[in-house]
């Protein structure tokens, strides 16, 4: 049984370092099988808070730890017009990692990392049709287990309450779909709005496929959006996906209830809700 631990938006730069050591201690205890990152390890991309995400991966590789990331939008530089469209991401491949479409393989999953992150977008996502051909090669391939892309931007505009949607899609959305649900994709994890939750796809697009869709918080950043640091602690056993977010309290991360997902008429739902209090209303 695969355990994951899915965190996003680091933000390096724009951190708080009490966060990051409770992170990596809660991993520790978490013993995961592999830690994903969906994107912006830095705030703006300059070297300095490059090399502190660094130091980061590699104290979570020296604890035994295996690491797979992806950009994001943050890790393109901003200001500086010339490495931004003449060499966004040199620095992205220097300290974090020289492949753009990381691969991992465990016992009942298969981990692919897609690069969302543009230079011609400040804050949107795309993914190319180049792109789209590794995630059907790639998974054609694999052995079996629970298919898992991993992007930075949502290939969904998310739903939040009653209100708006929150973000936008991801640019190529309705080719990109095709080819997920090609590629039998069964998890879709990511992150980019700072905003924990999980949706089966076919809730959110009406040619989506039949993937659950995983969004992970900011882990370490001081940027909120209306919720507290977090990180997602995800469990595969067989055709069950078990979720536990990570939430941080002002003193240390803690597990939330438990969300027990199962394939149903080639969908995911909930298979298991948190009891109810007998004195709740």
């Given at each position: 049984?695969?355990?994951?631990?899915?965190?996003?938006d680091?933000?390096?730069?724009?951190?708080?370092?009490?966060?990051v050591?409770?992170v990596?201690?809660?991993?520790?205890?978490a013993?995961?099988d592999l830690?994903?990152?969906?994107?912006?390890?830095t705030?703006?991309?300059?070297t300095?808070?490059?090399?502190?995400?660094?130091?980061?991966?590699?104290?979570?590789?020296?604890?035994?730890?295996?690491?797979?990331?992806?950009?994001?939008?943050?890790?393109?530089?901003?200001?500086?017009?010339?490495?931004?469209?003449?060499?966004?991401?040199?620095?992205?491949?220097?300290y974090?990692d020289?492949?753009?479409?990381?691969?991992?393989?465990?016992?009942?999953?298969?981990?692919?990392?897609?690069?969302?992150?543009?230079?011609?977008?400040?804050?949107d996502?795309?993914?190319?049709h180049?792109?789209m051909?590794?995630?059907?090669?790639?998974?054609?391939?694999?052995?079996?287990?629970?298919?898992?892309?991993?992007?930075h931007?949502?290939?969904?505009?998310l739903?939040?309450?009653?209100?708006?949607?929150?973000?936008?899609?991801?640019?190529?959305?309705?080719?990109?779909?095709?080819?997920?649900?090609?590629?039998?994709?069964?998890?879709l994890?990511?992150?980019?709005?700072?905003r924990?939750?999980?949706?089966?796809?076919r809730?959110?697009?009406?040619?989506?496929?039949?993937?659950?869709?995983?969004?992970?918080?900011?882990?370490?950043s001081?940027?909120?959006?209306?919720e507290e640091?977090s990180f997602?602690?995800?469990d595969?056993?067989?055709?069950?996906?078990t979720?536990?977010?990570?939430?941080?309290?002002?003193?240390?991360?803690?597990?939330?209830?438990?969300?027990t997902?199962?394939?149903?008429?080639?969908?995911?739902?909930?298979?298991?809700?948190?009891?109810?209090?007998?004195?709740?209303?």
């Amino acid at each position: 049984m695969p355990r994951l631990i899915h965190l996003s938006d680091l933000h390096f730069g724009a951190h708080d370092p009490r966060l990051v050591e409770a992170v990596e201690a809660r991993i520790d205890e978490a013993k995961p099988d592999l830690v994903v990152i969906s994107g912006d390890f830095t705030q703006r991309a300059r070297t300095e808070q490059f090399k502190e995400a660094c130091r980061f991966l590699e104290r979570l590789r020296e604890a035994g730890h295996e690491v797979l990331g992806v950009p994001g939008n943050h890790d393109v530089p901003l200001y500086d017009a010339l490495r931004r469209f003449l060499s966004p991401l040199t620095r992205y491949k220097r300290y974090i990692d020289e492949t753009l479409c990381p691969y991992h393989e465990l016992d009942g999953a298969v981990i692919l990392g897609i690069n969302t992150a543009r230079s011609l977008t400040f804050k949107d996502g795309r993914i190319s049709h180049e792109q789209m051909d590794i995630i059907r090669q790639a998974f054609a391939r694999a052995r079996e287990g629970l298919r898992v892309l991993v992007t930075h931007h949502p290939l969904f505009a998310l739903p939040v309450g009653d209100g708006p949607a929150l973000g936008d899609p991801v640019g190529r959305q309705d080719a990109a779909l095709d080819a997920i649900a090609d590629a039998g994709v069964d998890l879709l994890l990511a992150g980019h709005v700072h905003r924990a939750s999980a949706h089966s796809a076919r809730d959110l697009a009406t040619r989506a496929g039949g993937a659950l869709v995983i969004q992970a918080g900011t882990a370490t950043s001081t940027r909120l959006r209306e919720e507290e640091q977090s990180f997602n602690r995800i469990d595969i056993e067989g055709g069950r996906v078990t979720l536990t977010v990570q939430s941080w309290n002002g003193h240390a991360f803690v597990s939330g209830d438990e969300q027990t997902y199962a394939r149903k008429d080639d969908h995911w739902r909930l298979a298991h809700r948190p009891a109810v209090p007998e004195n709740a209303d």
